[in-house]
């Protein structure tokens, strides 16, 4: 068999575990594929990577792609998602001095109620400073869907700031920021290092938030099917493995080898397994699916969940939503990753829409391979967003 080599680029954070166990595991040999894996110290950065062709796909912010066909931010190059790599896996949490004020306000910190824990910390500070790693992030989204639903407390001095995810516990440390939303293990880096504690998991927000998509330029899953199939379906499985309980500790150990996470495996672990220390006096939180990489179709690239980063994009900079929605819709390829994984036996949906947020328990659901049971992925305020419907 020949072997194609290929550059993907990453920012180094835990869901960029299927890239590296593709690579260790030999899922990527196997498709006749030699990964070279490029780090990249910010969102931007790797865009601009992936846009002049140094990385010929990537480990992305969902939105980013969306933002781009949309026109927004300072993409050059229009960029497509193949597939959903994972959902989930962000953290919300604020400073020290945050923290012992809902304290002693009474809050508990119980890491669930996403309403107790918003109007817990709008009760002690209406001024906040919120770090996220990229404007064109789910970490921006769920931040602003969370707080602009509160009529009784919205923040009159609300500032989302980018910081890059390696700099967001340095910047809560140092004060520059009040609140942040990043990707694991940032979140328990800052908890560790005494900056701050963990106030919400991001799917207490929205229980299936699509966070990262395996990306690439436009045209170039077409120009080379063979070779994007591939890498899909090393993914994939990199995916399923990682989605086994049995495997954590055995990932944990490759996350850390050398060139790849600077964190200890048992962070690793610990995220993987969805047990979080959520601040330095010891307490620790149990998530479900707090990082998902399989289960539940993860990794099928629902038009719908595009749709709803269209909407979202669209009501922060004073779009017209249906225009935008449209050109969401075109950019997660639920047509090519059925192409790609109907080999690869995963399991393929019969419709790519489905109604956002409506899932409240496993529920069975209609395919045309496998048995599909879709896992709950309600919104913290129990709306459902119909991608059919329009928007206002």
């Known amino acids: 068999m020949s072997v194609t080599n290929l550059n993907l680029g990453y920012v180094p954070l835990i869901d960029a575990a299927p890239l590296f166990i593709a690579q260790a595991l030999g899922f990527a040999e196997e498709e006749g594929l030699n990964l ?13 990577m992936l846009s002049v062709g140094h990385v010929v796909a990537a480990h992305m912010l969902a939105p980013v792609p969306i933002a781009i066909a949309m026109g927004l931010g300072a993409g050059p190059t229009p960029i497509e998602a193949l597939m959903v790599l994972n959902l989930n896996g962000n953290t919300i949490g604020v400073s020290q001095k945050l923290a012992e004020q809902m304290r002693a306000q009474g809050y508990d910190f119980d890491f669930s109620d996403a309403v107790k824990a918003r109007d817990a910390l709008l009760a002690v500070s209406n001024t906040l400073r919120v770090g996220v790693p990229f404007p064109f992030s789910m970490h921006q989204m769920l931040i602003q869907y969370w707080l602009r639903g509160s009529n009784q407390f919205f923040p009159t001095g609300l500032e989302i700031q980018t910081v890059p995810p390696p700099r967001m516990v340095e910047a809560l440390a140092a004060g520059e920021i009040d609140v942040f939303c990043v990707g694991e293990p940032r979140g328990s880096v800052a908890v560790e290092k005494g ?7 991001g799917s207490a927000i929205w229980q299936a938030a699509p966070e990262k998509v395996l990306a690439s330029r436009v045209g170039w899953a077409e120009e ?11 993914l994939f499985r990199s995916g399923q493995w990682l989605s086994q309980p049995e495997n954590y500790s055995v990932a944990s150990e490759l996350l850390v080898a050398p060139g790849r996470l600077d964190v200890s495996a048992e962070v690793i672990e610990r995220v993987l397994s969805g047990r979080l220390l959520i601040s330095q006096l010891g307490v620790e939180r149990r998530v479900q699916r707090f990082l998902e990489f399989h289960i539940g179709a993860a990794n099928f690239p629902w038009r719908s969940q595009a749709a709803w980063i269209g909407a ?6 004073g779009l017209d939503p249906a225009p935008a929605i449209a050109a969401a819709r075109t950019v997660f390829r639920s047509d090519l990753y059925r192409l790609h994984m109907k080999a690869a036996g995963a399991e393929l949906p019969s419709a790519s829409d489905k ?3 409506a899932v409240c328990v496993p529920t069975a659901a209609a395919a045309t391979q496998g048995r599909l049971i879709l896992q709950p992925d309600q919104f913290f305020d129990a709306r459902i967003f119909n991608p059919t419907e329009p928007q206002r």
């Open 36 to 48: 070279t894996l490029l780090p990249a110290p910010s969102w931007s950065s790797l865009r601009d």
């Open 195 to 201: 900056a701050g504690a963990l106030l919400l998991p």
């Open 224 to 234: 080379e099917p063979h070779i994007a199939g591939a890498l899909m379906r090393a």
């Open 312 to 317: 979202q994009l669209a009501w922060r900079h």
């Open 355 to 357: 109604l956002e947020g």
